[in-house]
């Protein structure tokens, strides 16, 4: 197994991966996503949202036009929408980015038409929930010399979440993310700019979740980034019932301890809580060190 990713390359960014804890910030230009659908559509909300999250701290701004919010108890599962559809909800906000803000993107798509306009606009990455199992994603993002974020999900964003069982958990997901990261290999992408995501939430049971996050050295052993997003998702206020917007607590708990497993990227509504509280899950990490190195 390779030693965990010490950089990871996104535009003419690299970031550091050994100095603290990354944060991408979630910026849904949606009508139904499960935590913050409609509250960004209009473009100057988006971009006044993303300077927020870029002041507090944000490292990249995530933009998607497509929810997948499966069926569950607030709501059914998320519509579907055609490539241009999702083009005029995402790419003008891009732009727009791009133009005032010096903050790399990704784009949040499935659809090798979308992710090839975005990125002609201005985005530096892509996110695919399918983990490129389309080549056309691939040699999008290969031919414009984009970063990646390839993330597993078991089955489809409306069903997934129907029932999802594994005969083992931690290695099925770590053997799909490993070919995807090798078909992405083979595609030209760099290493570096190769990003893999367990999928927290994304065909995986209440206990899987948990799971996960208690393995991510099996993820880390990989040697690509390790990006990973439990901010307000079901698991996290599950025991409490609570709704989207009362998970923060739990979202930053599982967030610190994410950081301390080793998850080096952060996906997150919540970009100024999150920074404080994965900075301390930063700091026990440096303390370590220190220590080891005051014995050694």
């Known amino acids: 197994m390779a030693e ?4 990871f390359r996104i535009g003419d960014r690299t970031f550091d991966l050994t100095s603290r804890t990354h944060l ?6 949606t009508p139904d996503s499960f935590s913050d659908g409609g509250q960004y559509l209009a473009s100057d909300h988006a971009l006044r949202h993303a300077e927020t999250m870029i002041t507090e701290g944000a490292d990249i701004l995530d933009v998607g036009g497509e929810s997948s919010r499966p ?6 599962g998320a519509a579907q929408v055609d490539v241009d559809e999702e083009t005029r909800r995402t790419v003008p906000v891009i732009t727009a980015i791009q133009e005032r803000f010096d903050v790399p993107i990704s784009i949040d798509t499935v659809k090798p038409e979308v992710a090839r306009r975005a990125l ?5 990455a892509v996110n695919d929930i399918e983990g490129f199992h389309n080549p056309d994603m691939l040699a999008v993002a290969s031919s414009a010399r984009a970063s990646i974020f ?3 999900m078991k089955g489809k964003p409306r069903t997934m979440q129907r029932a999802p069982a594994y005969d083992d958990l931690v290695r099925e997901v770590s053997n799909f993310l490993k070919m995807s990261a090798q078909r992405a290999l083979e595609a030209g ?3 570096d700019r190769i990003a893999i995501d367990p999928g927290l939430g994304f065909g995986k049971s209440y206990r899987d979740n948990y799971v996960l ?8 052993r990989l040697g690509h980034p390790v990006l990973i997003g439990p901010s307000r998702k079901t698991f996290v206020g599950f025991d409490f019932a609570l709704p989207p917007q009362d998970r923060l607590e739990g979202s930053l708990a599982a967030a610190a301890l994410c950081s301390s497993g080793g998850a080096q990227i952060i996906r997150a509504h919540d970009i100024q809580a999150t920074r404080r509280a994965v900075f301390v899950a930063d700091e026990l990490r440096r303390s370590e060190v220190a220590a080891k190195n005051a014995t050694s």
């Open 4 to 7: 965990p990713a010490k950089a």
């Open 24 to 29: 991408m910030g979630i910026l849904n230009v």
């Open 71 to 76: 069926a569950g108890p607030y709501g059914e």
């Open 120 to 124: 002609e606009a201005g985005a530096d």
């Open 150 to 152: 390839t993330m597993h």
């Open 189 to 191: 992408i760099p290493k």
């Open 213 to 220: 996050i208690r393995h991510l050295s099996a993820f880390t």
